[in-house]
């Protein structure tokens, strides 16, 4: 068995097993400085856009102090389950998803929202570009070393490999921008499925369905685990007591909760959940722009071009993930945890694929972990589920990919994982 380091936004396989470790003394000069840029930027929002773009500024940074502070992984849960049949996080996605459409269901059955205008859920076709599309970010998340929430919490925690995975990421994205008129027109597709809207069961009887949905998936990790017996997941440094709320480490059932919550706050704020890689597309497709290529024509943009002439700042998505980065950078500054890693070249070059496969495939897929998989199935839409199916897919073969990167894969025999 070897001994590798725990990655911020993964809780990786080790060896020794021990009891949580104490934490590092709080980075307070960092705690101080991303209060400091956080406010300055709410204030910047509130001056030049609207109300609602530093209120999601706000919900950004819960979100990423709730990420971090729970290692609340996507990538690593898939990888888990995967590889020696760990259903721990895997049950958190399930709590979290119940949570959530709890929360959705009487959202989206009245249209309530904060500032008046109507919540829509994330609800998107089933076809060929969906399932090509998850199955290659399924790939590409376990070699980039997280996923698109992943590689935001990551970067704020100062795992300077994933700046690499998030600038192909943008560029994947971008490239799947200028595809998407012959994934969308010239590839099949069904129609749009909602469990509620779509069956006449209203949103009433598509949350129960829903909820025995999870309860099966849950029950059946746990039929996994007896069989398979795996290793356990590792212990994350800690704080005791109180201290803990502000300092970390948090369970993965009460970031599951509060992130459900905080999921169902930003439908009701700015009228559609919480998504990722819209933002990403369009700083890569401003950027195209900006050296001569006729974005504007792409499909993608076709209805939205307003978007491409707008300031960053304007786009709710954009604000969500300069959110989510403060947040991150926040929770790992309060528990002394935020430092810059080591780069190993083979690991950059899987960082490079990794994000190019995410990009290009979040682009096909109609998200991401978060759009797709999170806020999809929270929206009783049918493509999430297809989403989870492919993307797990994904993870089966990366698992033969990763040790050609010098990636790590847990072992039935590691006291960890």
């Known amino acids: 068995m070897s001994t590798y380091a725990q990655p911020i936004n993964e809780q990786q396989s080790v060896v020794k097993k021990e009891p949580s470790p104490a934490l590092n003394p709080p980075q307070n000069k960092l705690v101080i400085g991303a209060l400091v840029v956080t406010l300055a930027l709410a204030i910047f929002l509130l001056v ?4 609602v773009q530093p209120l999601l500024l706000i919900i950004g940074v819960g979100l990423g102090y709730t990420l971090f502070h729970a290692r609340f992984g996507f990538t690593s849960a898939f ?5 020696v049949g760990n259903g721990q996080s895997l049950r958190a996605h399930m709590l979290m ?3 959530a459409c709890l929360l959705f269901a009487p959202i989206l059955a009245t249209g309530y929202t ?3 205008g109507e919540a829509a859920g994330n609800i998107s076709p089933v076809g060929v570009s969906l399932i090509v599309g998850a199955f290659i970010f399924g790939i590409g998340m376990q070699l980039g070393g997280g996923c698109a929430s992943g590689t935001l919490y990551a970067i704020g925690g100062g795992r300077s490999v ?5 600038i192909f990421f943008i560029i994947g994205s971008t490239i799947g921008a200028a595809h998407f008129d012959f994934w969308m027109e010239d590839m099949p597709a069904a129609e749009p499925f909602s469990l509620a809207t779509s069956t006449g069961l209203g949103y009433g009887g598509a949350l129960l369905v829903s909820l025995a949905i999870f309860g ?3 029950w059946l990790t746990k039929v996994i685990e007896k069989k398979k017996n795996p290793p356990k997941e590792a212990p994350k440094p800690s704080a005791a007591g109180w201290k803990r709320i502000i300092r970390g480490s948090w369970p993965l059932f009460a970031a599951a909760i509060v992130l459900a919550v905080l999921n169902a706050v930003t439908l009701m704020t700015r009228e559609t959940p919480w998504g990722v890689t819209y933002a990403l597309t369009l700083w890569g497709s401003k950027a195209a722009d900006a050296i001569g290529f006729d974005v504007a024509s792409w499909g993608f943009w076709q209805g939205d071009e307003a978007a491409l002439n707008a300031s ?3 786009d709710t998505t954009t604000v969500l993930n300069f959110g989510v980065i403060l947040g991150a950078f926040l929770a790992s500054a309060a528990g002394g945890l935020f430092r810059f890693t080591q780069i190993r070249l083979k690991n950059a070059v899987a960082s490079v694929i990794g994000g190019l496969l995410m990009g290009y495939g979040a682009r096909l897929a109609f998200g991401c972990n978060i759009g797709a998989y999170f806020s999809g199935i929270a929206s009783f839409s049918a493509h999430g589920y297809i989403w989870g199916i492919m993307a797990l897919a994904g ?3 990366a698992l033969f990919l990763r040790p050609l990167f010098g990636l790590s894969v847990p072992k039935p025999r590691d006291s960890f994982c």
């Open 79 to 83: 990888r888990r389950l995967a590889s």
């Open 114 to 116: 904060f500032f008046g």
């Open 48 to 51: 030049t856009q609207n109300i």
């Open 162 to 166: 994933m700046f690499i995975t998030l």
């Open 97 to 99: 998803l119940a949570v």
């Open 395 to 397: 993870t089966f073969l």
């Open 216 to 218: 099966g998936i849950a």
């Open 312 to 314: 960053i700042f304007a």
